[in-house]
């Protein structure tokens, strides 16, 4: 199945999980993650169930002042 991590289109395999597809791309150390805009619970991504076209997006902590 195809779908999108940041905007770049992966393929993964049939009932792939959300931990599936961040392990296949470069996470950083520290983030957090939404599917088709909803966040996503660290303690959900390996039961959290992808679909065709589903969007994710891996988002990291900006600090500064």
């Keep these: 199945m195809n779908v999108l ?3 770049e289109p992966r ?3 049939d009932g792939a999980t959300l931990a599936d597809a ?3 791309w470069d996470t950083p150390a520290v983030f957090a993650a939404a599917v088709n805009l909803q966040f996503v619970p660290r303690t959900a991504y390996a ?3 992808l679909g ?3 969007r ?3 988002i990291a902590p900006i600090t500064g002042g």
């Design 56 to 58: 994710i997006e891996v």
């Design 11 to 13: 393929e993964l395999p």
């Design 5 to 7: 991590i940041n905007h």
């Design 22 to 24: 961040l392990a296949a």
């Design 47 to 49: 039961q959290h169930r």
């Design 52 to 54: 065709e076209g589903d």
